[in-house]
């Protein structure tokens, strides 16, 4: 439905309208008697036209022009259609007010029968069905026990108050009198309506700012509404836009139905989700802990949710088939990605969804192949290939035919040929649900969809490729790297891997968009060669994205940086809808903003390219960092970035990123620094873990973590007591000591590194610990005491990341009879002060430990350090911002509390008359006092700020005044009372 001026009609452009009219069959409903819908002074018309279609023609509809008070000379126009079509939603209930036990008591009435149900369910059929009633029950439970979660509706903005509605009627009133007076006083009235008409838009604007302005300072967190608003975070309803064929008849349903049926094709070979026979062996059943587990890593305040339907909601069911709720999809696919991962399976050159990999290994190992090749005077050629709806297109029967290859056990392979039948797609619309099943593509919303997607893509990895070709992947983001001595060669070679990729796509039936796939050549060869895929020509681009960086011919970055900045703009501009000069969100929230998402945005992959910054990179770095900080701080433009970033805690752009590819370099891509940066190699630090350390379902019995006191074993004389402790004050030390029958019966200490961590030390100290205690006699058992709960946590979890956890892990689901139990530290405890006795002497005099590596904060720690060393060499060498070094020589990565005033003041960029001269923006320099306006003069001697003055400092001493104002909070509150006063009256002190 649309408005349309109507004037048009009357001229020869009129034409135009009416036939697009009638070329789309649409109706005018605009009243004969109705006001007018145009009024200027005396003049009046109907110049609007309001269209509907055929379809809403039938409907009971209500066109108006109202009588309220518009912006324009245009009147409202109020359309109301009836419509007796409910829209559909799914109920959201309060959960967290109370009630539970009467839920469980609904539930327990009629859940025993439904157990019995499940348990004798012979077939899918039966145990649908017994789940599909158990979902019924919980939302009857949930109808009859908690309340429904309503949505507030805001009918006004919250910036309209009293006052603009007695303005608003006071308009109207003048209006009605303009229109009712006598010919002649009419022009005068109407005068006097638009002169108030104007002060009521004014006042409207006014309002509707200083609203705008009063929610952003009410910010409370840096990532609230203000953020989601400004940033385009929050989520609107989806609609759906689409007539059938152009028809405009046909309602949203049968439209969402097209749509559905568009977009999830059916293969044109069905497929046969009958299991062949498989050889491998069956796995162990999900153990009780093992569902546990998965159930405690989903997302809070979320039931688990039906996903062979997603839809735009939340579907209650807390106990579906496997293969039909989140739970049960997360344990097939761990188990599936084991045995992958403990079969070696999986290629490495598969980045993407691979625990370990990352964008940076990715592209590290591209530059890696491109740089090698170039350093052997070799053509290299970058093709970048795009697979069309990759996830939505993947035959089920290829899924099917990789699983039933791959060693993945056959009753879980069963379970993953139900997961993919059966699916349905579903969209709600008003008039209900449009639906569509979907018979290929990996499952819509599934934690599943990664590992199939990446055990089909392992065939075309695993393949045979010549030695001068390199191929890998990111999730589906394929590259291709062809190096060659000569351009016919490197042409017969890249259509080569061409042919034998295209061969991949055909069999599993996906599609390659020759329009996104293109090539990037490093070479100095004139002519380009010549590539095709299929008949179509590849084009040849000066610089590619891969995933999410631009990568150019000549590998200068230049390229990616200006892109960078390109989104660091829209990202300023965002930040400037909550962040003024002197309004808006706080400085912290501003920023926690800036390091939280503009840095992190700039910072992607910065190891490819922020290793080694040239002097352009640093230039277009800074500009780049130059706008946040100015909005960050409140200060004037002209005001030094270096000066700036010293006030605020941020250093320069690219030595931030430089420290970012630092950590990266040598953490997670194990590549060795320079000695200057650091002596420290990469096989000194502690290495992630990654994959499972056992089998999913073996988990340590529920009597062997204890988190409560353990107090109570240490009175039993059938255990034997072990206690661990750790210091880390003069030194690290570990230990741990036994107690039997109240006598000591061994004891244990070593000094670790002095720069591991505490977490480290009480890890070495429980690992010896068990040990241990799995040699001694099988009929004892041993209690161990731990009063550190981050230890005891980490090494209950078969997945952990640390090493020594994981090792620890193993001895106790080996030896059950061991058990770890916490204990309060420093209570008197006579095993627990022993050990942390022993601890504190094993920091000075303790047997060095050489089995634990460097922490990450250690090498982390020695990177940020050069980072700042480089950084104040830069401050100190400076040629700008030397006011601001004289009062902080020093930089530090900790904000300094000054807000906007205070940088104002001792930046000497202000409002100052000695400022606005120097800058060209003033003929004089004088205080219309007659002194000198400088920021000095202003807080010693101005007659105008005298209720601010403090005692004026000797020229020679004019520094040391400055530092002192400056680390003095009552002198900074003086300040911010002259700024604020020289801000509220400028022409107060212009120069006469």
């Known amino acids: 439905m649309d408005i349309i001026p109507s004037g048009a009609i009357d001229q020869n452009r009129g034409k135009d309208i009416l036939d697009f009219i009638l070329a789309n069959n649409l109706n005018i409903i605009n009243k004969p008697d109705a006001l007018p819908t145009f009024q200027r002074n005396s003049s009046v018309g109907w110049p ?81 069905n017994a789940t599909i009633q158990l979902q019924t029950l919980i939302i009857n439970a949930c109808n009859k026990s908690f309340k429904i979660k309503k949505q507030l509706l ?116 069905p497929t046969n989700y009958n299991l062949t026979t498989s050889t491998q062996p069956p796995d162990p059943p999900f153990s009780p802990q093992e569902i546990s587990a998965v159930i405690e890593k989903l997302p809070s305040g979320k039931a688990p ?90 035959q089920h029967r290829a899924i099917l035919k990789t699983l039933d290859a791959s060693a993945c056990p056959s009753n879980i392979n ?63 983001d394929f590259v291709l790297v062809i190096k060659a001595d000569t351009n016919k060669s490197l042409v017969e070679d890249t259509q080569s891997a061409i042919t034998q990729f295209s061969s991949w796509c055909s069999e599993n039936e996906l599609a390659i968009s020759t329009e996104k ?31 999410g960086i631009h990568i150019d011919d000549r590998l200068n970055w230049l390229e990616h940086i200006n892109k960078q900045g390109e989104k660091a703009i829209k990202m300023q501009q965002n930040l400037k809808r909550i962040a003024g000069g002197n309004w808006g969100i706080s400085q912290i929230h501003r920023w926690t903003l800036y390091k939280t998402v503009v840095e992190r945005m700039l910072a992607h992959g910065s190891s490819a390219w922020c290793l080694h910054p040239t002097f352009k990179m640093k230039r277009k770095l800074s500009s780049i960092q130059r ?25 320069p752009l690219h030595m931030q990123l430089q420290f970012e ?47 409560e006191d353990g107090e109570a074993y240490i009175a039993r004389k059938d255990i034997i007591n072990i206690f661990t402790d750790s210091k880390t004050e003069h030194g690290v030390g570990a230990a741990f000591c036994v107690l039997t029958n109240d006598i000591w019966a061994y004891q244990w200490s070593a000094k670790l590194n002095d720069n591991n961590t505490v977490i480290q030390a009480e890890l070495t100290a429980l690992h010896e610990a068990v040990i241990y205690a799995s040699h001694l006699s099988n009929h004892n058992t041993s209690n161990i005491h731990v009063d550190n709960t981050a230890s005891i946590m980490t090494s209950s979890n078969s997945k952990s990341t640390n090493e020594t956890a994981r090792k620890i892990f193993k001895i106790l689901l080996s030896n059950p009879r061991i058990k770890v139990s916490w204990v309060n530290a420093h209570a008197g405890n006579i095993g627990n002060e022993g050990a942390d006795q022993l601890a504190k002497d094993a920091t000075q005099h303790g047997q060095p430990y050489s089995h634990t590596k460097l922490p990450k904060p250690h090498i982390k720690g020695l990177l940020r350090k050069r980072m700042l060393e480089e950084w104040q060499t830069s401050w100190k060498n400076g040629d700008t911002g030397r006011k601001i070094y004289n009062i902080m020589p020093s930089v530090s990565l900790r904000p300094t509390n000054w807000i906007r005033e205070d940088v104002i003041f001792f930046s000497q960029h202000g409002p100052f008359p000695a400022y606005l001269k120097r800058f060209h923006l003033s003929d004089s320099d004088y205080c219309s006092c007659g002194g000198i306006g400088t920021a000095l003069h202003y807080a010693t001697e101005c007659i105008y700020t005298v209720s601010w003055h403090m005692r004026k400092p000797a020229p020679n001493f004019e520094q040391e005044w400055l530092k002192r104002v400056a680390n003095n909070l009552v002198s900074r509150l003086k300040i911010r009372g002259i700024i604020k006063f020289m801000s509220e009256n400028r022409d107060l002190f212009r120069p006469p």
């Not at 008070?69 to 259609?81: K, N, Q």
């Not at 903005?157 to 006083?185: D, F, G, S, Y």
């Not at 993953?416 to 990996?442: D, I, M, Y």
């Not at 953490?667 to 089998?695: C, N, V």
């Open 154 to 269: 805001i009918t006004k903005p919250n910036w309209w108050t009293e006052q603009l509605e007695i303005h608003k009627k006071k308009v109207r009133a003048l209006r009605r009198r303009a229109q009712r007076a006598p010919e002649i006083e009419r022009q005068a009235r109407y005068q006097v309506f638009k002169k108030e008409k104007a002060k009521y838009k004014r006042h409207i604007k006014q309002a509707r700012n200083m609203g705008w302005r009063k929610f952003c300072r009410a910010a409370s967190h840096p990532y609230g509404k203000q953020y989601k608003e400004a940033f385009r975070k929050s989520v609107f309803p989806s609609q759906i836009p689409y007539l059938i064929n152009g028809d405009p008849k046909g309602s949203l349903q049968e439209a969402a139905q097209k749509i559905l049926d568009q977009i999830f094709l059916s293969p044109a070979i």
């Open 627 to 651: 706008p946040f900080l100015l909005h960050i701080s409140g200060a004037y433009l002209t005001t030094p970035t270096a000066a700036l970033q010293t006030i605020l805690g941020i250093p």
């Open 517 to 547: 796939t293109n090539y990037i050549l490093f070479s100095k060869m004139v002519r380009s060669p010549r590539i095709t895929w299929n008949g179509y020509k590849i084009n040849r681009v000066k610089s590619f994205k891969y995933l």
């Open 48 to 128: 609007d036209l309001t269209l509907c279609s055929q379809s809403l023609i039938d409907s009971s509809i209500n066109w108006e022009v109202l009588e309220e008070i518009s912006l324009s000379d245009h009147r409202y126009i109020e359309t109301t259609i009836a419509s007796i079509v409910a829209n559909q939603f799914y109920k959201r209930y309060k959960t967290r007010h109370g009630n539970h036990l009467r839920f469980l008591n609904i539930l327990g009435k009629e859940i025993y029968h439904l157990e019995r149900k499940i348990k004798a369910a012979r077939n899918s059929g039966q145990l649908n």
């Open 305 to 394: 949710e039906r996903r062979k339907r997603p839809a735009a909601g939340l579907l209650l069911s807390s106990y579906l088939s496997l293969t039909d709720n989140r739970e049960g999809v997360e344990l097939m696919t761990q188990r599936l990605t084991y045995h992958l991962e403990s079969t070696n399976s999986l290629n490495d050159r598969q980045h993407g969804f691979s625990e370990g990999k990352s964008v940076d290994t990715a592209v590290n190992e591209l530059l890696r192949n491109i740089k090698t090749a170039r350093r052997d005077d070799k053509h290299v050629l970058v093709l970048s290939i795009d697979i069309k709806g990759a996830f939505d297109n993947l």
């Open 414 to 476: 069963r379970l993953f040929h139900s997961l993919l039948q059966n699916r349905k797609v579903t969209l709600l619309t008003p008039q209900g649900r449009a639906t569509k099943e979907q018979k290929q593509g990996c499952p819509q919303g599934s934690c599943s969809g990664p590992a199939l997607w990446n055990l089909v893509v392992n065939e075309i990895l695993n393949q045979v490729w010549p030695d001068n070709v390199h191929i890998q992947a990111f999730a589906d």
């Open 661 to 707: 590819a630092r950590f990266t370099s040598i953490y997670r891509l194990r590549i060795p620094l320079p000695p200057f940066i650091t002596d420290t190699q990469p096989h000194d630090l502690e290495m992630k873990a990654t994959g499972w350390s056992t089998h999913p379902s073996e988990h340590l019995k529920p009597n062997q973590i204890s988190f």
